[in-house]
Structure formats: C-alpha cells, structure tokens
T-cell receptor, first 114, second 114 residues
C-alpha cells in the first residue's frame, strides 16, 4: 500500500529559487493538506483541499501556492524560497465521509533554504 | 480555537521503565476527536490512536495505553515496559467536527536508554 507519497525527501534551495513538493495519495481521499513542522511548534497547516478544484488557506499560507487538479495529487509550490521556509513538510490526506476520520501523513520532505 | 498542550518537552528513561505522556486540550466543541502520533528518528508520522469525545473508554494496545478523561480535558498516553525502539517524538492532536486541520501539541521527545 503506497498511502501518501511525497517527493523529494530532501532538498536544498537557494534564496529566491522556486520549487514544487509533490504529494500523491492512492486511497481516493477527498481531503488533502500540507503542514510544516518547526522545532517546538508541532505541525501547522499551510493549505488544504476538500476535493479536486477546491483549495483554501491554512494557518501559515504566505509564500506557498497549491492546486488540486486531480483527487490524487496535491503539489505545494514555493514561489521564491526564503530561509524562513526551512522546515519539514508533511502532506496528509483523509476521507471526507465521517468527521472523525484519521488523517494519514506522508514521510515528510526536509527542505533547507540557504 | 483548539489548543493542545504537551507540557513535557523531553522524557528520558531506562529500558523497561514505564513512561506517561501528558496531553491537555482546550476546545469549545462538544464533539471532537483526539489523536496520538509517533515520529521516530526516521522522521515519518505514524498514527497510533484516535479517540472520539463521546467515547471515554480507555484503551490498551499491547504496551500502549491511553487514559481519556473528559472532566479534566486530558488524553494521556502510557508506554509500559519501554524499549529502545519507543524512542521518538510523540504528538497529541485535536480536531473539531468542522475543522479541516489537526491542532498539534508541541510534542514530547522520549528517549529510552538501554
């Protein structure tokens, strides 16, 4: 079972560069989201999507873009990387049916901006 | 707004000792969902348990047990007879019925020494 797959696992960027973190899930989940993890702060929501063609901002959306053209894929774009975006990024998904459903996470993407 | 507090930043024990991780939450929702996730040194987030607010039955799964007390807004997690493989960061999280995101605590780092 692939579950939630993120790529790349590690990336180093220079300030000002752009890149896309890829996320794909094979569980036919309606809800997908991106979190970032910073020391001592747990995980914070960047953007989320409740279905193909529908996205919305989370707690910390600035500097990031998302799109959801298919149910399976939810890429996260950094438009102009900044050192403050050095973090670990997690993609997550869950089914939309049933409000208590568990959120499943990808393996994480470690991003360093120098 | 949802809030999760994990007051213990780090816990260090010797193998075979029991470890209890505290989690206290705040919410105005009458229905909500609590979760525990484990993040081992490899970095992925592993789902451990979900508890619905209307189900206060405590649960034991192998060496893991959870104590949910609605009266004190706590959802504590105990590892019995800890092993080195239990060394990880453990996160408590909360989601309301209409929330798209999980609200995470800051995490507790557990180190089990041989």
């Amino acid at each position: 079972n692939a579950g939630v797959t993120q790529t790349p696992k590690f990336q180093v960027l220079k300030t000002g560069q752009s890149m896309t973190l890829q996320c794909a899930q094979d569980m036919n989940h309606e809800y997908m989201s991106w979190y970032r993890q910073d020391p001592g702060m747990g995980l914070r929501l960047i953007h989320y999507s409740v279905g193909a063609g529908i996205t919305d901002q989370g707690e910390v959306p600035n500097g990031y873009n998302v799109s959801r053209s298919t149910t399976e894929d939810f890429p996260l774009r950094l438009l102009s990387a900044a050192p403050s975006q050095t973090s670990v990024y997690f993609c997550a998904s869950r089914t939309g049916t049933g409000t208590g459903n568990t959120i499943y996470f990808g393996e994480g993407s470690w991003l360093t901006v120098v | 707004a949802q809030k999760v507090t994990q007051a213990q930043t780090e816990i260090s024990v010797v193998e075979k000792e029991d470890v209890t991780l505290d989690c206290v939450y705040e919410t105005r929702d009458t229905t909500y969902y609590l979760f525990w996730y484990k993040q081992p040194p490899s970095g992925e987030l592993v789902f451990l348990i979900r508890r619905n607010s209307f189900d206060e039955q405590n649960e034991i799964s192998g060496r893991y047990s959870w104590n949910f007390q609605k009266s004190t807004s706590s959802f504590n997690f105990t590892i019995t007879a800890s092993q080195v493989v239990d060394s990880a960061v453990y996160f408590c999280a909360l989601r309301g019925p209409n929330d798209y995101k999980l609200s995470f605590g800051a995490g507790t780092t557990v180190t089990v020494r041989a």
